[in-house]
């Protein structure tokens, strides 16, 4: 008899085969995926989950008998005797033959992982502008050392290695020793003159060596060298603006809420490290934490100029360009003071694009409302201005739940860094 | 072995030294007192993810890649999490040496019973009954699914994943009408198989010549001249095994087409015997781990406190709702088997008048272990219901038969009940459940139009008026059109030849050309 520990073994024996049907099934997942995350909360979003597909395409038929008449033998009898007749409905109606193994007509539920799900989620998005700001985007110049090089500054330059070529190019040139020199002029003092002459002119010999020999010549210095090198930039910051003014529904939130959710989910993807900031603004800005951000009761006009300055501020104090990815989100009515507009769009072009990687406008509104028939805003017809201008902002319009995801789509699509890349 | 009192373990740990002191201790009742002749046994721990991984591959250790047994798996591990579903204690493959797969979370106790029920019951039956002499080739199995695991891939490789996939499906769709029921010339034999499928494969290799296909044939023989009997006769129709009517007739498949319908086919005959030998071989398993836990217990090699955990899962295993209950999902094979066992053994060694009248053969011989031997070799379910289901286990069963005719607007019969008129009619009704000629649609190919359009036709045999499910039915016939490339057609006939519903189905066009 062997016994045999498999616990060790390799797990997930079955992923190939998973990831098969995956494949098989995949608009069928994918259009599950999508419903249930529009019926998900933000942070669930990253969770995997149960999702149930029709198994049309996904059956596995086989011959199968119904209907006609049917003999059954069944265990315990309480009342029945031979001759009984039993109403269709009552307790000793049989079961259909096989209740076939999650094959029913009305859908196939299954646990999607965490990856599964977000991949799926986020299947053909990838950064904006992604051919264009490729290096700037995800990468930053580091230095590292690499080797040594025969030009360089002064303070690079390597001692010890200079040194040791000094010394070696001495000994193979054989340069005399000043203990040499010494020991031959000592031998001077006491020895006869024909001597003298002799250790005289050898003493002469090793000096005109000893100066034409120098003690480090330029071609032994080193310098230390350096390599630029792109350096990841494992991190994001995802600045979330959005206007709180008394004109902003909780509906209006709602779906401000869910496009941070799906940006949320694309950096997480992407960068090791995320964080957020939310700023809210009024007529004057504050940073608040999330819950404050949705729930929290705020009240007074409106001057976007004041969220972009407190973006700014943060940037500056915080989050160093060279090491962070910035990404800003901005969603509001499109209300905004009219004198406020030539300062929030100097801000903007002039303090924020230039620094971020990515800064999205996003113009909610009320339920019900065509996005087609939202008359242009204050704030959009600025935006719209500065786009013309050739800033790099991304802006759409939504007025409900289901809007949202398509819009974040067209936003990131893959497809617009083919158009760009084009011309 | 731990010293005290002899005991073979104490409360619920385990580790590998107690695991081969509890299979000695068990091989030792197993042999000597219950007289079993069993495969070496190799026993694999594995966790409760490769448990569910071996669930979705039919419970083998290895299978080849197909989308469906993701599925299963997707659908299990939802099951599982949920906590809808509780595991198997163990997996046994009838292969030799006999694997059986334990979970860790066992107790001690719990690896005792399933070693005893899986290591000795089942590996009992499988080396003995006379269905898995006959169909199954233990030795060569696992060979096998390595050969036929590699073999999909590489062809995977050479024609593509979605021919592959697509031919499988098709295979996968006749999976259960790809079956010899009738012990043919000769026994199955996976190692020469395999070999035989690499000899094929290396022939063609080697004898490739692109003249050949250049070369005139000359006028074809007209098949009109046949004669029907004789088309019929020389394709070997009727054939009620559609899979091998593909493999070997079929038109326009490729050869490694051919070769993964005959994996299917191999694949599908190995599990034949375990379809029609569920209430006995869980009966046979159930009723000898009783008896060797029963032992251990006896020789003081098992505490009280165990014996009584394994009670109580024994319980559980042997428990057998009524129709009224909630939980009732038709007969509990471990229960009914179990019952039978025990009652076989009371019968042999302790009959009453009653049991003397209908079991004279056995009845009072005394000898329990040879009689049950006996009927472990000999019988499949459905004959060992019909000879061995006593009255008295009628009646402690309450069983009852019902007949439930559509037409029959009133309600369904009770047709018989557990009385002195009923025994025989309950029993013959039962045992006709556990038939396998009754349980699986009766189709088959009944003629090919070679001369003409080269239509394959179908027959299916319709009994007590149960027709195929349209939908299903199609579906396959599509699979079915695609594999033979030309229109196929499947007449639904009853018992007096009228037609019910016909069937015509005309090939998709892109699997069988790839």
């Keep these: 008899m062997h016994i045999v520990d498999r616990r060790l073994n390799p797990g997930s024996k079955s992923l190939e085969n998973r990831q098969r049907f995956l494949r098989r099934a995949k608009a069928l997942v994918q259009g599950a995926v999508k419903k249930s995350s529009q019926d998900r909360d933000i942070k669930d979003v990253l969770e995997g989950g149960e999702i149930s597909i029709p198994l049309d395409g996904m059956n596995e038929p086989r011959f199968r008998r119904e209907g006609g008449t049917r003999d059954m033998v069944l265990p315990g009898n309480k009342k029945f005797i031979e001759g009984d007749m039993l109403p269709r409905s009552g307790e000793g109606r049989g079961r259909a033959s096989e209740p076939g193994e999650g094959d029913s007509e009305d859908g196939f539920r299954f646990v999607l992982s965490r990856d599964e799900f977000v991949d799926l989620f986020l299947d053909d998005l990838e950064l904006p502008d992604l051919a264009k700001r490729k290096l700037a985007e995800a990468e930053s110049e580091g230095l590292h050392r690499a080797g040594y090089a025969t030009s360089g500054s002064p303070a690079n330059i390597s001692v010890s290695r200079t040194v040791r070529l000094a010394m070696a190019r001495r000994t193979a040139l054989r340069r005399p020793r000043p203990e040499e020199i010494a020991q031959l002029e000592a031998e001077i003092e006491d020895c006869d003159e024909a001597r003298r002459i002799e250790l005289m002119a050898e003493i002469e010999a090793l000096k005109a060596k000893f100066r034409r020999i120098p003690y480090i010549d330029p071609i032994d210095i080193r310098y230390r060298r350096f390599e630029t090198m792109p350096k990841p930039v494992a991190q994001a910051v995802m600045f979330c603006l959005m206007d709180v003014s008394g004109s902003m529904s909780e509906h209006m939130k709602d779906l401000a809420k869910r496009f941070y959710m799906l940006l949320y989910v694309f950096l997480t993807r992407r960068y090791r490290h995320v964080e957020i900031v939310f700023i809210r603004h009024t007529d004057r800005a504050e940073e608040v934490d999330e819950d404050t951000f949705f729930h929290g009761p705020a009240s007074g006009g409106t001057l976007v100029s004041s969220a972009l300055q407190a973006m700014h501020d943060i940037v500056r104090s915080r989050f160093r360009p060279a090491d962070w990815n910035i990404y800003a989100a901005q969603a509001s009515d499109g209300d905004n003071s009219l004198s406020d507009g030539e300062v929030a769009g100097r801000l903007l072009t002039e303090m924020i694009l230039p620094v971020s990687q990515f800064f999205a406008y996003l113009e909610v509104g009320e339920t019900g409302g065509s996005t087609f028939d939202m008359p242009d805003s204050s704030l959009w017809t600025l935006y719209q201005r500065l786009r013309a201008d050739g800033a790099a902002l991304s802006m759409r319009k939504v007025s409900d739940r289901s809007q949202i995801f398509p819009v974040f789509h067209d936003l990131f699509q893959r497809r617009r860094k083919q158009e760009k890349a084009a011309p | ?514």
């Excluded at chain 2, 201790?25 to 495969?39: F, H, K, M, P, T």
């Excluded at chain 2, 409760?48 to 039919?58: G, K, P, R, V, W």
């Excluded at chain 2, 009408?177 to 043919?184: E, F």
């Design chain 2, 1 to 514: 072995m731990t010293a005290t009192a002899g005991y073979l373990f104490e409360g619920a740990d385990w580790d590998f030294t107690k695991l081969q002191h509890i299979h000695d201790a068990c091989e030792e009742i197993a042999r000597s007192e219950l007289g079993l002749d069993v495969y070496p046994n190799q026993i694999e721990v594995i966790t409760a993810e490769q448990m569910l991984d071996a669930y979705s591959s039919a419970g083998m250790p290895l299978f080849y890649k197909h989308w469906s047994f993701g599925k299963h798996f997707a659908h299990h591990e939802a099951f599982y999490r949920k906590g809808l579903m509780g595991l198997a204690y163990e997996i046994v493959i009838n292969s030799s040496p006999c694997i059986s797969y334990l979970m860790e979370e066992n107790t001690a106790t719990m690896q005792t019973l399933v070693i005893a029920h899986a290591a000795f019951g089942h590996n009992h039956f499988f080396k003995n009954n006379y269905l898995f002499r006959q169909w199954t080739d233990a030795d060569g199995i696992l060979d096998y699914l390595d050969f036929a695991k590699s073999y999909v891939a590489q062809c995977e490789e050479r024609h593509g994943r979605l021919a592959v996939e697509q031919t499988l499906d098709a295979a996968h769709a006749l999976m259960s009408h790809g079956i010899d029921r009738y012990p043919g010339k000769k026994n199955l034999d996976l190692r020469t198989e395999e070999k035989r499928a690499g000899e094929r494969r290396l022939h063609e290799e080697a004898a490739f010549n692109d003249l050949w296909r250049t070369v005139p044939t000359g006028p074809v023989k007209s098949a009109a001249l046949l004669s029907t009997e004789r088309r019929r006769s020389l394709l070997g129709l009727p054939q009620e095994n559609l899979l091998y009517f593909l493999e070997k007739t079929a038109p326009r498949l490729q050869s490694w087409q051919r070769e993964l319908i005959r994996i299917v086919r191999h694949i599908a005959q190995y599990f034949y015997p375990q379809s029609q030998t569920k209430v006995m071989n869980e009966g046979t398993a159930t009723y000898v781990h009783y008896r060797i836990m029963t032992r251990l217990h006896e020789q003081g090699r098992i505490s009280d406190g165990n014996f009584l955990e394994f009670l109580q899962s024994h319980t559980n295993v042997v428990f057998q709702p009524d129709f009224d209950d909630p939980r009732f999902s038709g007969f509990n094979p471990y229960a009914l088997g179990f019952a039978m066992m025990q009652d076989i053994e009371r019968i042999v060694s302790n009959p009453d008048d009653e049991d003397r009248e209908w079991f004279p053969d056995i009845a009072g011989t005394g000898d329990v272990m040879a009689v049950l031997r006996d009927v472990w070799a000999n019988y499949r379910d459905e004959s060992f219901i019909s000879q061995f289901l006593s009255p008295r286990l009628i009646r402690h069963l309450r069983l009852f038969h019902l007949h439930d005719n559509p037409e029959q607007r009133e309600g369904i019969l009770v047709d018989a009940i557990h009385d002195e008129r009923g025994y025989r009619r309950v029993r013959r009704e039962l045992s006709r459940q556990y038939d396998v000629g009754y349980i699986d649609p009766n189709i088959e190919v009944v003629d090919v139009d070679l001369a003409g359009d080269r239509r394959l036709m179908l027959r299916h045999t319709v009994v007590k008026g149960a027709q195929l499910n349209e939908t299903d039915a199609k579906r396959v016939l599509q699979h079915l059109a695609d594999l033979w490339s030309y229109d196929v057609s499947l007449v639904e006939v009853d018992a007096a030849d009228h037609v019910l519903k016909e069937y015509v189905l005309s090939p998709r066009g892109v699997a069988a050309a790839a």
